[in-house]
């Protein structure tokens, strides 16, 4: 079946440091990939998403690009802030997948 | 205007008890679903709805019943409560299956 596989965390930074949350998957036919962001006490906001391979998405910094050949979609940001910090969700659905597969999670901490 | 919401927004309750938790999405989708988060921030899909009708139900065990009264809400019952039932639950929606999904604030039940 449909499965997600991203990096365990926590993850700590210091402010302004670079960001790489690295995510692969494994799916039949072409599924949509999303990562989601969870802040403290909240549910889950999209946070981006890519459709088809070699599709970037971004957004607020944030940068995933879809790789087929390498059956990833790691999330990037170049300078985290504080208020960055949050679980990150890889997610995969569409295709012939009915439902949103969700890794893990990995926990984002940014330091001052 | 609150897209997805759910209520109540923390739920302590004995073992043993039956509760509800109820869900309302205004975002006109035909696709609603309830997400179990544990205490390691796994998320879990229980079950999926489209148009009302029961389209996944994963495995989940029977003390739990979903209940769509229409298409913008759908009602999670639970009798019975164990300990291992102490979880963050999550109402979500989306347009069809498989993409963007919106997701409501969650309801943190604790069973003592």
């Known amino acids: 079946g449909d499965s997600v596989t991203q990096m365990e965390g926590p993850v700590t930074l210091s402010e302004e440091a670079f960001l790489t949350i690295n995510c692969t998957y494994t799916?039949?036919?072409?599924?949509?990939l999303f990562w989601y962001v969870q802040y403290p006490g909240e549910g889950l906001q999209l946070l981006l998403k890519?459709?088809?391979?070699?599709d970037k998405g971004s957004n607020k910094g944030f940068e995933a690009t879809y790789r087929k050949e390498t059956t990833s979609f790691h999330l990037e940001k170049g300078s985290v802030q504080v208020s960055d910090s949050a679980v990150y969700f890889c997610a995969l659905g569409g295709g012939s997948n009915y439902k949103l597969t969700f890794g893990k999670g990995t926990l984002l901490t940014v330091n001052p | 205007d609150t897209a997805v919401s759910q209520t109540p927004k923390y739920l302590v309750t004995q073992m043993g008890n039956d509760k509800s938790i109820k869900c309302e999405q205004n975002l006109g989708h035909d696709t609603m679903y309830w997400y179990k988060q544990d205490s390691k921030k796994f998320l879990k899909i229980m079950f999926s709805y489209n148009n009302k009708e029961l389209i996944i139900n994963e495995t989940v065990p029977n003390r739990f019943s979903p209940k769509s009264p229409d298409k913008a809400h759908l009602n999670l019952h639970i009798n019975s409560l164990e300990l291992g039932d102490s979880a963050v639950y999550f109402c979500?929606?989306?347009?069809?299956?498989?993409?963007?999904?919106?997701f409501g604030p969650g309801t943190r039940l604790t069973v003592l």
């Open positions: 979500a929606s989306s347009q069809v299956f498989g993409v963007e999904q919106f």
């Open positions: 890519a459709t088809k391979a070699d």
């Open positions: 799916a039949t036919g072409y599924p949509s």
